[in-house]
């Protein structure tokens, strides 16, 4: 069976229900290698259960959430908000109709209630997060977005997920004027977008992107977006335009000034049925710089069918 590098790392071991802390170990990108989480909060699911919170969930530093083996929903009200926390994996779990929630008490870190405001109704939100990997997660019809990664959020990544039947799929960036998302940096790999999706796939402020070997299944506004001067690398992804309406891939919000600012490459990307994508005129996008730790081999476009074909829930 050819596999990705994540699901190479630990879907061969035919005994990882015994070695479960080994997924520390296989991810790649800017979250770099999760092992501070060995040791510390796994929780894992006996049997297929179908949760609804009846407040959103704080995920807690140095907390693993692993679905492997059973079938785990997370529906039809609150859903998970990761709030200034390190070190956090969320795997193998369906997200879905999530719903907005009026401000009130929460249970926090360590066991103590704090006051939080409204909540839009995202299926995961970060706020000023750090070491994040959200992996093999299938996210679909929530009310606002299904991926937030806002305030401060960095070091994130997103891979072998299915996002579908959103509107609005992934911001990475608070607002445009939440000046230190200039430091966030998100590694968005091996994913499937669609189908019936709109934008926001990721649609970036501020910060940078390298967005690589995901598969896109059509889009209604725009795939990839952003605004404040954002830096993509798009690389080696698989671009299929919808059948009609909008075929190019890209949407930038501001005028002709503000354009110059923008750095969107794209590089080895692979385009079907018209698709098109409008890259920054002069000037390079910063490579990812990854460590060691961090570094992953991004594969011909032509390889992206078989990396993402068991994106979402395994």
């Known amino acids: 069976m050819k596999m990705n590098v994540i699901d190479r790392c630990w879907r ?19 979250a770099g290698k999760m092992m501070n989480n060995i040791g510390k909060v796994w929780i894992t699911f ?24 059973a079938n785990v929903h997370i529906a039809h009200n609150a859903c998970f908000m990761i709030f200034k926390a390190t070190n956090v994996i969320i795997h193998n779990v369906r997200i879905h109709d999530c719903k907005a929630q009026a401000p009130g008490l929460v249970m926090g870190a360590n066991g103590k209630v704090i ?39 960095t070091d994130v990544t997103v891979s072998n997920n299915w996002f579908r039947n959103q509107d609005k799929v992934m911001l990475l960036g608070h607002d445009d004027g939440y000046i230190r998302d200039q430091n966030m940096k998100v590694t968005v790999v091996y994913n499937h977008f669609g189908p019936n999706c709109n934008q926001r796939m990721p649609r970036i402020r501020h910060g940078y992107a390298h967005v ?19 830096s993509l690398k798009s690389q080696s992804n698989l671009f299929i335009a919808p059948e009609s309406g909008n075929k190019e891939v890209t949407w930038r919000k501001g005028n002709s000034e503000n354009g110059n600012m923008w750095e969107f490459h794209s590089i080895g990307d692979a385009f079907e049925n018209g698709a098109s994508f409008t890259v920054t005129k002069g000037g390079r996008v910063p490579k990812p710089n990854y460590s060691e730790e961090q570094y992953f081999k991004v594969l011909d476009a032509k390889s992206v069918r078989f990396l993402t074909r068991s994106s979402g829930v395994l």
């Open 12 to 30: 061969r071991d035919p005994q990882w229900r015994s070695h479960r802390a080994q997924l520390a170990n296989c991810s790649i990108g800017y």
């Open 46 to 69: 006996k049997r297929d259960m179908k949760i609804t919170l009846a407040k959103p969930l704080l995920i807690s530093s140095f907390t693993a959430i692993d679905g492997r083996g």
């Open 115 to 153: 006051s939080l405001g409204q909540v839009d109704g995202d299926a995961i939100r970060l706020v000023t997060a750090s070491k994040i990997w959200i992996d093999h997660n299938t996210l679909q019809d929530c009310e606002d977005g299904l991926l937030d990664v806002t305030r401060g959020s």
């Open 212 to 230: 690589a070997n995901n598969l896109y299944q059509g889009w209604m506004q725009y795939a990839i977006g952003g605004s404040m001067g954002p």
